[in-house]
């Protein structure tokens, strides 16, 4: 029987094993791919998603990059300006505009090719471009006065896909620095490019997408987005819906009568007609949604002195299809007026308040400045046939009472002037080249009647003529002569009130009832009628007086005024104003649209 081993006597235990050298030992080779895929697929994802959100675009995060005088970037004041006060109606609508003082932020934007480039870097999903380059105008004032006038679109890109939308914006500025005059340019841009790009911006998809989505904070960010493009397209449908209603209104009421040549919002002056058309003062205004007030504004484009054919209806100045004026600036003060037998307008330019001109322009676009004056009011402009001469209304100051003075418009000379201490002027009206006859009173003092005076600027030396003297108690006003200067047309105020026919070679009138009243009469081109603005129902009508006979016809029977009365060149029809109330800002601006109605032979 075998003996039991001593544990001590025992087989030695296997030696212990030599740790693998690589995994191959513990995984057979046609195993071992799988791991590496996966190792391979993990950390590609996390590289994936580490470029992702280094590289993904916000589509909340805006870069404005507009260009005005150079970037904001590049150290530009006014851009800085601008894209600061933009970039604050964006922050307060929801949005994150790119912001300066961050270092990689400027870093970014001073070492990419272009701002598109920056935009993609700092993760921006949209950018606002523009190139704001300023026609400046630097009016000849002894303090120097600079006019800035921007006309330039405005882009706005989605930089995932580099889709773009465009629009125009528009706008103007002056002061007596050209710094001054930049800052204010940039104060009044950045609504206008925040209306410009807003709803293009809130409708994109991938803003929609945050807007229909289900992310509580987004929805709550976006929240004030949202009730602003709501409440804009609400407002400017119902400004749009105010003025075709009521133009709808004022058009009814005429009856088929009256063709109305103007925008339903214009604010246009009549200056006077000539073959194939018309001349017009313009004064257009752009309705927006302000971000400030919440509520509707007026956008004003710079004035405008247009020719008008006949047979084109008109657009606003700020349409693509609109014709290119002969005139643009800040302001005409008083009423301009054409050339009876030419193509050039006499205007008096209001420099911002500093100063004022008299200036004349023709079709072409050539304008000259006969004179400016800081302190001058210079009204109601008139050139002699010809051109040589224009007639104007001269006050000294604001609360002089005007004088009468007439410049050569060759070099601005003053070659008459009539002085009104003790006197009252009633009107001018050239009947040639160099005779103008003008109403007025010698001695108001004393209570002296008013006569119709003549003076030719053209002789030296002058005398004024006096050669038609009203009658005691009577008043004379608003003269207007004949294209051949043989007839003058007064209106008359009096025992005898009506418009007073003047025959320039006898000086005799003969006087037509007015019962309605009667101001601003205008011959036909062959001196056979008389338009005239007189009372009406509601405001003032159209009326023609045929001097042949006597008998007056209305043309016009509706609530608004119709006013200064002009016969077209062929004389079939009579051209006017028809202004009411603004529908959308009553209590800020008229309605002025330029009407036209026909006159029976």
Known sequence: MEEPRNPTEAQPPAPEAEPPESLEALVPKRRLWPVFAVLGLVIAAAGLLAFRSMTATDPLRILVAIDLDGTWWEGSQPAARLADELGEHLAELGFDPVKGGDPKVMKALESAKDPKEA?????????????????????????????????????????????????????????????????LLANSMASQALDAVIAQLMDHPSVREITEGSDIKLLERLASARRFVKDRAANLDRAAGAYVARAKEIEAEEQGRVTFLSPQAAEDLLVGTAEGGYFVKTADVSVFHSVRSRDLARSEALETVEWRPLDRPAVPTTDPAAVKPMWRGYHVYSYPSSQRDGDRVALVEDFFGWAKTITVVDRSGQSKRVRIDPEHRFVDPKLAPGGRFVAVYDRPDADAQADLMVLDTDGGKEVFGLHTENQSLGGFAWLDETRLAFVYVPDASEGDAPHLAVVDVGKQPLSIERPFRAKPGEDLRNPAASSDGTKIVCVVDGDEPGIALIDT????RKVYAAPGGASWPAFSPDAARVAFETRGAGGTDIAVLALSTGEIKKLTVGSATERV???????????FEVRYRDPVFPQKRSISRIASAAVEP
């Open 119 to 183: 935009a993609k870097a700092l993760g921006a999903g949209f950018i606002i471009e523009a190139r704001l380059a300023p026609e400046i105008v630097e009016h000849p004032i002894k303090e120097g006065y600079f006019e800035l006038r921007v006309d330039a679109p405005v882009t706005l890109t989605f930089l995932d896909k580099g889709t773009s939308t465009e629009r125009r914006i528009r706008g103007y500025s002056g002061a007596t620095k050209k710094d001054r005059a930049m800052a």
């Open 505 to 508: 070679a006898t000086w005799r």
């Open 565 to 575: 009365p002009r016969f077209s060149a062929d004389g079939k029809r009579v051209l």
